[in-house]
């Protein structure tokens, strides 16, 4: 595709349900980063992967917290047993290979996830 | 572990001011450096990144930045800001992950 896409853009759930939020990266791009934004905490790092293995998942919150890559490609993040502390914008954002002397993350919009 | 600090959360200036928004990173190997920027309503783009060379590197709408490897510094520099440059501002390290700071909230008034 032209661009990173996720999806839903928006995301209202209730306290204890579970959610998955989807990413599409570009094309080619074998490295994908997840990323959550909330208001006065920046942008927070969760997990990355390069291709469909994920070196470091020491950013996930907690163990509710999980995400996957299947065919080197679209990427889900799942979290379990939603709390209101997990409403925020979840990014994500693909490059063409990690650590690449020339790498640029393309971000996708986000979704905007609020946790009633 | 790395991490990245921004000092100031939120500038405001007038148009035609001069920026400095100050960025300081910890780790003691090589990193690559990185200011994004995210418009309102936008999503984040690179603004500019430092991987080897000349420290003073030159990004986009007349952004510049200097990477200080005794100071584990890269602030972003403008000489005079424009009411478009009205965003936010994450500086970010690369070393085996990237990790962006809190971001810095830029508003230009006219």
């Known amino acids: 595709g032209a661009g990173v896409s996720q999806s839903p853009s928006n995301k209202v759930t209730e306290k204890g349900k579970d959610v998955e939020l989807r990413c599409d990266p570009i094309s080619g791009h074998t490295a994908l980063y997840w990323y959550r934004q909330s208001l006065g905490q920046g942008l927070e790092f969760l997990i990355y992967f390069q291709g469909n293995s994920a070196p470091d998942k020491s950013g996930l919150p907690s163990d509710r917290f999980s995400a996957e890559r299947t065919g080197g490609s679209v990427s889900t993040l799942t979290i379990q047993r939603t709390q209101q502390e997990d409403s925020a914008v979840y990014l994500c954002?693909?490059?063409?290979?990690?650590?690449?002397?020339?790498?640029?993350?393309?971000f996708g919009s986000g979704t905007q996830l609020s946790v009633l | 572990a790395q991490s990245v600090s921004q000092h100031n959360h939120h500038v405001i200036l007038s148009e035609a001011a001069s920026l400095e928004l100050g960025c300081n990173y910890s780790y003691g190997g090589t990193v690559n450096l990185f200011w994004y920027v995210q418009y309102p309503g936008q999503h984040l783009q690179l603004l500019l990144k430092?991987?080897?060379?000349?420290?003073l590197v030159k990004g986009i709408k007349g952004f510049e930045a200097e990477f200080i490897k005794s100071k584990f510094s890269f602030n972003l520099r403008k000489p005079s800001v424009q009411w478009s440059d009205t965003a936010e501002y994450f500086c970010?390290?690369?070393?085996?992950?990237?990790?962006f700071g809190t971001g810095t909230r830029l508003q230009v008034f006219p």
């Open positions: 430092y991987f080897s060379g000349d420290p």
């Open positions: 970010a390290v690369h070393t085996d992950k990237l990790i």
């Open positions: 954002a693909s490059s063409f290979r990690l650590g690449a002397t020339n790498e640029k993350l393309f």
